[in-house]
């Protein structure tokens, strides 16, 4: 049985100008200790998608779905209370701003140990153990003193750390990273991938990987689905994605990275993809309006 079972996901969300289609019937499947990488250029309907599942989209988003389900158990009708058992504790996720995802107003001790107070029910001694052991297994160095520290006076990466401690507290069956190194200086990035993949290694957890960068896709994923407005355009193993890509926007977002560049500049995606897609598909899925959803 797969941990994760989406069946024709469809969100829309209601803005000023109409119904606004972001994710236009996803099907995917994430089993146990696999990594499922979720790629595609910005506004493809990947974190809306996840969002979905982790039940995080605002009032303004209609979700359906022929199937959605986490070990078995339906999502589409969980209530809020058995929601809230789940979420954060066998499905955690972490984002891309790790800075802006911390409360300003905590600690990041006081952070981690609430999640370890709602989700482990631990007393306050084994708590403030535990999550010192969680900020060694990030790599925060001092960590009794740093649980006393804002995220203000910590940098990116560490920040990053933080919230990939908070996300494995307590021992998710599924960690879903959406972007996780962007927002992250280029010397950070590999180190953070480098743990949260260890981390997948030695916990055993499915992992979802939503990223725009093919280089993450081909250094973490075992399976990929390319999504392009909404659509899912492709799904493959890693090794065939990158050897014999289907689909022609696959065949576009490889042939725009830097190392297949043949000329003295790079294509652009537009250039090298036309949507494949009937018109009344296409036209299904408006452009986002540029005002401010209701
Ligand atoms: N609350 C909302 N109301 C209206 N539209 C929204 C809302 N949230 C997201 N969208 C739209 O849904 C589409 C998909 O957004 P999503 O964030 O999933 O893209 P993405 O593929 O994750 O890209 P990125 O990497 O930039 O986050 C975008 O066009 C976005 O503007």
Redesign the pocket.
């Known amino acids: 049985m797969a941990l994760l079972e989406i069946e024709n996901l469809v969100v829309e ?1 209601q ?1 000023a100008s109409g119904m ?1 289609r ?1 994710v236009d019937g996803v099907s995917l499947k994430v089993h146990e200790r696999e990594v499922l990488a979720i790629v ?1 250029e ?8 996840m969002l979905a599942v982790m039940g995080l ?2 009032w ?2 209609k979700v359906t779905a022929d199937k959605m389900t986490f070990n078995g158990r339906d999502l589409l009708d969980i209530s809020d209370a058995d929601r809230r058992k789940l979420i954060g504790k066998d499905i955690a996720m972490i984002f891309q701003e790790p800075v802006a995802s911390l409360n300003p107003c905590f600690t990041v001790g006081f952070q981690i140990e609430e999640v370890l107070r709602v989700h482990m029910k631990l007393d306050k001694a084994a708590r403030r153990a535990r999550a010192i052991e969680l900020f060694k297994a990030v790599g925060i160095p001092d960590p009794a003193e740093r649980l006393g520290h804002y995220p203000h006076q910590m940098s990116g990466g560490q920040c990053q750390r933080v919230m990939i401690a908070i996300a494995i507290a307590c021992n998710p069956k599924l960690l879903i990273a959406d ?1 996780p190194t962007t927002a992250l200086d280029v010397t950070i990035q590999k180190q953070i991938l480098d743990l949260l993949m260890g981390l997948q290694a030695e916990h055993g957890m499915g992992l979802i990987m ?1 990223t ?1 960068n093919m280089g993450v896709v081909a250094e973490t994923a075992d399976r990929v689905v390319v ?1 392009y407005k ?1 659509r899912k355009m492709e799904e493959a193993d890693v090794l065939s994605l990158f050897e014999s890509p289907k689909s022609n926007y696959t065949k576009a977002l490889l042939a725009a990275l830097p190392d297949n560049a043949t000329g003295d500049r790079l294509p652009t995606i537009t250039e090298l993809f036309v949507d494949e897609r009937p018109a009344e598909a296409s036209t299904a899925v408006k452009t ?1 309006p540029l005002e401010a ?1 209701l």
């Open positions: 969300f803005t606004f972001a595609g910005s506004g493809s309907g990947k974190s809306v998608s989209l605002p303004t988003a972007e939503i725009h999504q909404g986002p959803p």
